[in-house]
C-alpha cells in the first residue's frame, strides 16, 4: 500500500512537470492544489501552487492573491529540508520585490493623477477669477456718488414746514410733527448711508477695484501652488520611469495600464465629471485613481480655488439679480400710449386756462403764501424719486407725484397764510386750495411724470 501511494505522488510529480515544461500553468495548478490536499506533508504541492500561479515568478499577482502565495510558501519552508533552500528562497523573495515594485508603481501613478487633478484644478480657478474679472469690467460702474438725495431734500421740507408751524403755532402741528419726526429719520439715514461707517460714499469702481486687487493676488497665488505643483510632478515622473526600469519586462504587459503616462488624461476626465456636477461617477473616479479624499476636495480644495462665495463672486450675482429684476419691471411697466399724450394735453390745457382764470380772480388768494406754494408743489414733482415710487404706469407714476406735489404745495400754503392771517379757515385750506393747485399743476405734473417714466423705462432697458 505504501508503493502505491509514492507511485501515485510520483506520477503526479511527473504530470506536474510535463505542464510546467509545456507552461500549461492552469493544469498544473490543478494538479498542486490536488497534492496539497491529498499529501498535505509533502511540500511539492505547495511548491508547484505557487510556481503555476506566478508562471514560474513570470507573472504579477495582486496584493489578495500575494497573501495566499506567501502562506503557501511558509508551508514549502517548514517542510522542504534540502540544501538549496535558501536559493529558492532568495528567488522568491526577489518575485516579491518585483511585485512590491508594481505597488509602488501603482501608488506613484495614484499620486501622479491626484497632483494633475489638483493642477487642472488649479488652472480652472485662474480661468473662473479671470471669467469673473473680464464679467466685472465689462459692467459700468459708478464712480463716487451720494445716494438718495430726493430723500434727504424731502427730509429738510418737512422739518422745515415742523420749525416754521413751531415758530407759528397752530392745529397744523397735528400734521407736522408726526411729519416731522419722519423727517429727521429720513435725515439720518440719509447721512449714515453716504458719510458713516462703510458706506462712507459708496463707489462701485473702488470696491471693484480693491475686489480685483484680491482676486488677482488670489490667481498669483495660485499659480505658485501650480509651480510647486509642477516640481512634485517632474518628481513622481522621474520616480515612475525609475521603478518601470526595476520590473521585470514579463510584468508589463500585465500592467500596462500602470505603465501609460495617461495621468493627465485621466484627471482632465475626472475634473470634468466634477465641473459637470456627475458627483456619482466623479466618487468612483477619485477613489479609484487618486489618493485624494472626496470631502476634501468637495467641501475644502474645490471652495478655496473656485470660490462662488466670494465677493467678486457676490458682486456680479448680485448684478446679475439686478439685470434680471430691471428686465421684470421693464416687461411690467406699460407702454405709454397716444392716448396718454393726448390726456397729457387735455392736462395742460386745464392748467393754463386755471392760470389765467386764477389771475383774473386773483382776490381771494395771498399771494406770498400762492408763490411760495406753487414754487413747491412744481420742485416736489421735479424730484420726486419714480425709482422708489409707483411705476408701474405712467397713470400710477401720475397719480402718486400729483398727490405729493398737491399735498406739499397745500401745507406750505396754509403754514404761510396762517401766520399772516392767524388762522385758516378749513373749506378755504383743506378743500378750496387743494383743488386750485390741482387746476394750476395738474399739467406740469403731469409732462414731469410723463418725462421721469419714459428716462425709467429707457435707464432699465438699457442695463
Given amino acids: 500500500m505504501k508503493k502505491c501511494i509514492k507511485e501515485t505522488l510520483k506520477s503526479l510529480k511527473e504530470k506536474a512537470e510535463v505542464c510546467l515544461n509545456e507552461e500549461d500553468y492552469e493544469q498544473a495548478l490543478i ?38 502565495i506567501k502562506k ?6 517548514k517542510l522542504y529540508k534540502k540544501n538549496d533552500k535558501d536559493t ?10 518585483d511585485c512590491l515594485e508594481v505597488v509602488n508603481l501603482k501608488k506613484i501613478k495614484k499620486e501622479l493623477t491626484s497632483k494633475y487633478f489638483l493642477k487642472c484644478l488649479y488652472n480652472e480657478g485662474i480661468t473662473f477669477i479671470n471669467q469673473n474679472i473680464n464679467t466685472i469690467n465689462s459692467y459700468n460702474l459708478s464712480g463716487k456718488k451720494i445716494t438718495n438725495i430726493y430723500d434727504l431734500i424731502k427730509g429738510m421740507f418737512l422739518l422745515s414746514c415742523l420749525i416754521f408751524n413751531l415758530i407759528n403755532r397752530n392745529y397744523f402741528l397735528i400734521l407736522t410733527i408726526p411729519f416731522g419726526i419722519f423727517s429727521v429719520i429720513t435725515i439720518y439715514s440719509f447721512f449714515s448711508m453716504n458719510f458713516f461707517g462703510d458706506n462712507k460714499l459708496k463707489s462701485e469702481k473702488d470696491y471693484v477695484r480693491k475686489i480685483i486687487n484680491n482676486a488677482n493676488y488670489q490667481i498669483i ?20 520611469k525609475s521603478l518601470i526600469l526595476k520590473i521585470p519586462e514579463v510584468f508589463l504587459n500585465e500592467i500596462k495600464g500602470y505603465v501609460d503616462n495617461d495621468e493627465q488624461v485621466i484627471a482632465e476626465g475626472i475634473l470634468n465629471e466634477l465641473l459637470s456636477g456627475n458627483i456619482s461617477a466623479f466618487t468612483y473616479l477619485i477613489n479609484e485613481r487618486t489618493n485624494l479624499n472626496v470631502d476634501d476636495v468637495l467641501q475644502k480644495i474645490k471652495p ?4 462662488e462665495d466670494n465677493d467678486l463672486t457676490k458682486f456680479i450675482s448680485n448684478k446679475v439679480i439686478e439685470k434680471k429684476n430691471n428686465q421684470n419691471e421693464v416687461i411690467l411697466m406699460k407702454k405709454v400710449k397716444k392716448y396718454n399724450y393726448f390726456i397729457i394735453l387735455i392736462f395742460l ?21 400762492f408763490v411760495f406754494a406753487t414754487i413747491t408743489g412744481i420742485v416736489s414733482a421735479l424730484i420726486y424719486n419714480i425709482n422708489t415710487g409707483k411705476h408701474s404706469t405712467l397713470v400710477d407714476t401720475f397719480n402718486d407725484n400729483l ?18 392771517n392767524d388762522n385758516v379757515n378749513f373749506l378755504y385750506g383743506f378743500i378750496q386750495m387743494p383743488i386750485i393747485f390741482i387746476l394750476t399743476l395738474i399739467g406740469i405734473v403731469a409732462v414731469i411724470s410723463l418725462l421721469k417714466y419714459n428716462y425709467l423705462v429707457k435707464k432699465l432697458s438699457s442695463v
Fill in 31 to 68: 494538479i498542486g492544489e490536488k497534492i496539497k490536499k491529498t499529501y498535505s506533508k509533502n511540500y511539492y504541492g505547495y511548491y508547484l501552487v505557487i510556481k503555476s500561479k506566478t508562471k514560474n515568478y513570470k507573472e504579477y499577482l495582486s496584493e489578495e492573491e500575494l497573501k495566499l
Fill in 72 to 77: 503557501d510558501f511558509e508551508d514549502f519552508m
Fill in 88 to 97: 529558492i528562497k532568495a528567488e522568491f523573495e526577489e518575485y516579491l520585490e
Fill in 221 to 240: 497665488n495660485i499659480k505658485n501652488t501650480i509651480e510647486k505643483t509642477n516640481e512634485t510632478i517632474e518628481f513622481l515622473i522621474t520616480q515612475k
Fill in 304 to 307: 478655496e480655488i473656485i470660490n
Fill in 349 to 369: 390745457l386745464i392748467s393754463i386756462l386755471s392760470i389765467i382764470i386764477l389771475f383774473k380772480n386773483f382776490s381771494e388768494i395771498n399771494t406770498v403764501s
Fill in 403 to 420: 398727490l405729493s406735489c398737491i399735498f406739499n404745495a397745500t401745507l406750505v400754503y396754509d403754514l404761510i397764510y396762517s401766520s399772516i
